[in-house]
């Protein structure tokens, strides 16, 4: 025990004050979201939509006999994260007290996986959820996807990059809409520049090759073909409100409906809260997802 303290100690000292200041960030960032996981929501069924055992997903069915469903994608920095963890306190419950269906996906973890096979597993659980449309009593043709942090990243992905739907065989059009919520890297290259505490993760997730950064950047994907309409939705924390904003422009710019709204809170917390609290009737952001929601399901 107390060579290993003592290895770890020189490991530590080592370290520029900078570097250990950005380690100590990511590590405390990394706590707070474990602590911040969610109890499973009763009443779930969990579906596999792949043979890698991290492709899972929990449904639970909507009100009426062809709900509108709503498929959400957990963040965690591409590396961690659980779909118990994406579904808060309130999400499901409310969603489905308003006669929607819902689905929390997993997918598989850097470093394990790629960014790539991520965005493909989110592909594959909608192609998935689609197939069984008729069995699980949801309306194939009123699917919105959601992702938070990480998951808003993946979710903006397929909704941009064609390639991922195309190999599930799928159109864009699949989906009604998109909901990002407090997103960033979606241009992975200008993410980077200024990753501040995050760069360690942003380059375990995207590496060095500025090829790929470009190829996983949902801005640089946004001209037509896109899915339908997109809601984006940031707080105040470092690169979300730039990064959602040119989301927004280059969507625009290629022909897709694209809204970008700010909600109160700031900073790592004002970014947990906002995937907490969704669903909750006196948050904010609440009332802004409800609203689009019914918007995109209205048939």
């Known amino acids: ?113 790629t960014v790539e096979q991520q965005a493909q597993d989110v592909a594959d659980a909608v192609a998935a959820l689609r197939a069984q449309a008729t069995k699980l009593g949801i309306d194939a043709t009123r699917i919105v996807l959601m992702g938070h942090s990480a998951g808003a990243h993946l979710a903006a992905l397929v909704g941009t990059d064609p390639r991922y739907f195309a190999k599930a065989g799928m159109q864009p059009d699949a989906l009604r809409g998109v909901v990002l919520l407090d997103g960033a890297a979606y241009d992975v290259p200008r993410q980077m520049t200024g990753g501040g505490f995050m760069r360690d993760t942003y380059s375990q997730a995207f590496g060095s090759d500025p090829a790929r950064q470009r190829a996983l950047s949902p801005t640089l994907h946004a001209s037509a073909p896109n899915a339908t309409d997109f809601l984006i939705l940031h707080i105040d924390r470092p690169g979300s409100p730039e990064q959602s904003a040119a989301l927004a422009a280059a969507l625009r710019a290629g022909g897709t409906a694209a809204e970008v709204k700010a909600v109160a809170g700031t900073g790592l917390r004002g970014h947990m809260e906002i995937n907490r609290r969704l669903g909750e009737s006196d948050y904010p952001a609440t009332a802004l997802v409800d609203a689009y929601l019914m918007r995109r399901f209205a048939r």
């Open 1 to 113: 025990m107390i060579r290993l303290l003592l290895l770890l100690l020189t490991a530590f000292a080592a370290l520029t004050p900078a570097d250990a200041g950005q380690r100590f960030r990511e590590r405390f960032r990394e706590r707070l979201l474990q602590r911040g996981q969610q109890a499973p929501v009763p009443g779930g069924v969990e579906i596999a939509y792949g043979s890698d055992p991290a492709q899972r997903l929990d449904f639970w069915r909507g009100a009426a006999p062809s709900a509108p469903l709503i498929i959400f994608v957990h963040g965690g920095g591409w590396r961690m994260g659980d779909k118990a963890s994406a579904t808060g306190g309130a999400k499901v419950s409310h969603w489905r007290a308003s006669g929607y269906a819902v689905a929390s996906v997993n997918y598989r973890l850097v470093p394990a996986a």
